[in-house]
């Protein structure tokens, strides 16, 4: 089975420049989550989507941040205009347990964005 | 929302030894889950906790769910230099009645051949 997909792996920008990641999810995983990780942190989530509906993006910067999820399957995170404080690894998961309390989340491998 | 505390924040082992580390709350948690971030790399799963008290191993790696349910702890036995990352505690926020699962700050391991 092939894991959630994830691009770029890397990203350098300057200050105030717009960027996009993409991710895949597992295929038939009905939720998918973006997380934001700064160095030395834990995963900090910024918006979970059930099928191509968001659940929660209460944590999202939405003066700067905006995700999409066209169809339910796979999503775009944008930055517009990007911040120093951005700089951070954007980590997607996917997961198939839908609503259920599992938390078994399967993540990609992250976009590392520096932001200059 | 829900808070995950994590300790230790770093450890430095010798090849061979056992290892231990806990998460904390002060609030309760119903799953807890224990993953592992290599170095670039996404987290994995390693185990998952679903009932308080319950004590779960996968090969070296045991973990327990504390009987208050707001804690748990992870122990590595006879640590090897792949075991080096970075190892989260997490769970479903209560507060949600979907699956919306926090991290905790993580626990660095590193070990010396």
């Known amino acids: 089975e092939a894991g959630v997909a994830q691009s770029p792996r890397y990203k350098i920008i300057e200050k105030r420049q717009s960027v996009a990641f993409w991710c895949n999810p597992i295929s038939g995983h009905a939720t998918l989550y973006w997380y934001q990780q700064i160095l030395g942190q834990g995963p900090k989530l910024l918006i979970q989507f059930q099928n191509n509906g968001v659940v929660d993006d209460s944590q999202l910067p939405k003066d700067r941040f905006s995700a999409e999820r066209l169809k339910g399957v796979d999503s775009t995170l944008k930055i517009q205009p990007a911040k120093l404080e951005d700089s951070a690894v954007y980590l997607c998961?996917?997961?198939?347990?839908?609503?259920?309390?599992?938390?078994?989340?399967?993540f990609g491998e992250g976009s590392r964005l520096t932001v200059l | 929302g829900q808070q995950l505390n994590q300790s230790p924040q770093s450890m430095f082992i010798q090849e061979g030894e056992d290892v231990s580390m806990n998460c904390t709350s002060s609030?309760?948690?119903?799953?807890w889950l224990w993953y592992k971030q290599d170095p670039g790399e996404g987290p994995v799963l390693l185990i998952a906790?679903?009932?308080?008290?319950e004590l779960t191993s996968n090969g070296r790696l045991t973990a327990q769910f504390g009987i208050t349910r707001k804690d748990s702890f992870l122990n590595i036995s006879a640590s090897i230099p792949s075991d080096v990352g970075i190892y989260f505690c997490a769970g479903p926020d209560l507060k949600t009645s979907y699956d919306k699962v926090i991290f905790g700050p993580g626990t660095s391991l590193s070990v010396i051949p």
């Open positions: 998961a996917s997961s198939s347990k839908g609503l259920a309390r599992s938390g078994e989340l399967f």
């Open positions: 906790l679903y009932k308080a008290g």
């Open positions: 609030s309760i948690f119903n799953t």
